[in-house]
């Protein structure tokens, strides 16, 4: 959150039958850089605060992606709010995280304070999905920690801040091509390459939407984006893969697994692994034998 923005957006979520850490996380599977909880009248609210250098059109449509899952929550207002000192508190609000086993996501202004044998992912928190500190990416991390292994090409589609590509790489991955149909968050993940000091060569940022055009063969693919263009996404994944490939999805939560297992099967994919945190749910499948 730059303190040059004279204003953000804010939208405000609202449910009968809900939790405020539902909320919260839905706020920031959007891209919210923050939000406050309100309860009344027997309903729990929350304002969540976008950045300002996109129209408030761009933060609806990511809102209503991801409460396609969620007909029980719904959208009361949005507007305009001038920007606070509130500079500080935000950057509070993103600690240093462990993830898995050997992880660490870390903004970058806490450089210096790394955990000694960790491997740091440094992540500019802004408008790109994937700080490292939803559910749903923690999943990606922690499964592709189990099955990664150095000299692997990877594709990350719906790369975002490009955290997945950073944290294959991290982990010895050779090459990866990183996905993601809106150009505008191509220049940020990009960025975070550089924060990381990865070579521009080992991790290639195209626009694309999901596998169209996609003419590669990886050993490993993440998905960490919400189900509409997972399931577009299924059909296409078996042919990308190399012989004993993985394919890692998230961005799903737990009532949405038994749909999209079927989902897999139908693909030509099978189960490997599975793992939940909070309400979401992610998947790690090979092509069936």
């Not at 992880?103 to 992540?123: F, S």
């Not at 802004?126 to 292994?149: D, K, N, P």
């Amino acid at each position: 959150m730059g303190e040059k923005e004279s204003f953000w957006w804010y939208i405000t979520l609202e449910t009968k039958n809900g939790s405020e850490e539902t909320l919260a996380s839905l706020a920031d599977l959007s891209g919210s850089i923050g939000s406050e909880v309100f309860e009344g009248n027997g309903r729990i609210g929350l304002r969540a605060y976008y950045r300002s250098h996109f129209e408030l059109g761009y933060w609806l449509k990511r809102v209503g992606d991801v409460l396609a899952a969620w007909p029980e929550i719904s959208v009361r207002d949005m507007g305009k709010i001038e920007n606070r000192s509130w500079h500080t508190t935000w950057k509070e609000a993103f600690p240093p995280l462990e993830v898995g086993r050997n992880l660490v996501v870390m903004a970058p202004w806490h450089r210096d304070a790394e955990p000694p044998g960790k491997t740091v992912l440094y992540i500019y928190p802004g408008s790109a999905f994937g700080t490292g500190y939803h559910e749903s990416t923690q999943i990606v991390l922690e499964l592709m920690e189990g099955v990664l292994r150095p000299g692997m090409e990877t594709a990350d589609i719906g790369t975002g801040s490009a955290i997945l590509a950073i944290g294959a790489v991290k982990l010895g991955a050779t090459k990866v091509w990183a996905r993601d149909i809106d150009p505008a968050v191509l220049a940020e993940a990009g960025e975070n390459c550089l924060l990381n000091g990865i070579d521009e060569r080992a991790v290639n940022i195209e626009q694309g939407d999901l596998l169209k055009g996609f003419n590669r063969r990886v050993d490993l693919l993440t998905a960490n984006i919400v189900i509409e263009p997972l399931m577009t996404l299924l059909p296409d994944v078996a042919g990308v893969l190399k012989p004993g490939g993985i394919a890692i999805f998230s961005g799903l939560v737990r009532k949405e697994r038994i749909h999209f297992l079927e989902a897999l099967r139908k693909s030509g994919l099978v189960m490997v692994s599975e793992l939940e945190k909070g309400e979401w749910w992610g998947v790690s499948a090979q092509v069936a034998p």
